[in-house]
């Protein structure tokens, strides 16, 4: 099947840094992939969709500076954290899409923790 | 408004009983599709079962089977005789549109406990 990769699985920072996330299709080319976000005990929220070639398209809420996404080949979206704060500390996990398959493909997530 | 709601946080349940984990959901969407997956601890994301708007029969995969009355909006999973590596949170999430568009939006979850 599909194998989606995320890289790193957790990640510790100070205050102030800023931690990149990638997110590989390392069997398919994903021209769309989507990253979430989920607090503990809760449900993922979706925070953009990244588009190859193109600008990320983001929800409602979400800073676009504050959670840079870059999608520059057909296999690999990053997630840019930028200046965290320990609210930004959290699950993230990316999924991407395969033309002509109905389900998602998920990342094995990553744990932030901002100190 | 609450596109998806699962109104069970957490569910106990004995091993080797059925379950079923309810999931309703709210669209004016003609094509729509309806999915389940699994998240044990670990936090990884399993798929389990994916329902489409049009599908007349209920979707259906192993120990895994949606019961979908689409008239009430609700597509329910249902795990027959639980296990306990069923243990995990369950997450129903809707993608509303056309088959390429793939976002998805989920529900708070329910939390299913198999006890032995």
């Known amino acids: 099947g599909a194998v989606v990769s995320q890289h790193p699985s957790r990640v510790i920072c100070k205050s102030g840094t800023s931690v990149k996330i990638e997110c590989r299709s390392l069997d398919f080319q994903a021209t769309t992939m989507f990253w979430y976000r989920q607090f503990p005990k809760k449900s993922l929220m979706l925070m953009a969709t990244?588009?190859?070639?193109?600008?990320?398209?983001?929800e409602q809420g979400v800073e676009k500076d504050k959670f840079l996404i870059n999608h520059a080949s057909l296999t690999l979206s990053t997630l840019t954290v930028t200046s965290a704060h320990p609210e930004d500390s959290s699950f993230y996990i990316c999924?991407?899409?395969?033309?002509?398959?109905?389900?998602?493909?998920f990342g094995s997530g990553t744990q932030l923790s901002v100190l | 408004a609450q596109k998806i709601t699962q109104t069970q946080p957490g569910m106990f349940v004995q091993e080797k009983e059925a379950v079923t984990l309810d999931c309703t959901y709210d669209?004016?969407?003609?094509?729509?599709?309806l999915f389940w997956y699994k998240q044990p601890s670990s936090g990884e994301m399993i798929f389990l079962i994916y329902q489409g708007s049009y599908d007349e029969q209920n979707a259906t995969e192993g120990r895994y089977s949606l019961n979908f009355q689409k008239a009430r909006k609700s597509a329910n999973l249902v795990i027959s005789a639980s296990q306990l590596g069923d243990s995990a949170m369950y997450l129903c999430?809707?993608?509303?549109?056309?088959?390429?568009?793939?976002?998805?939006?989920f529900g708070q979850g329910t939390r299913l406990t198999i006890n032995p």
């Open positions: 669209t004016s969407d003609q094509s729509y599709g």
């Open positions: 990244s588009n190859e070639g193109s600008k990320a398209t983001y």
């Open positions: 999924s991407a899409q395969r033309d002509g398959n109905e389900k998602l493909f």
């Open positions: 999430a809707m993608r509303e549109g056309y088959q390429g568009a793939q976002k998805l939006v």
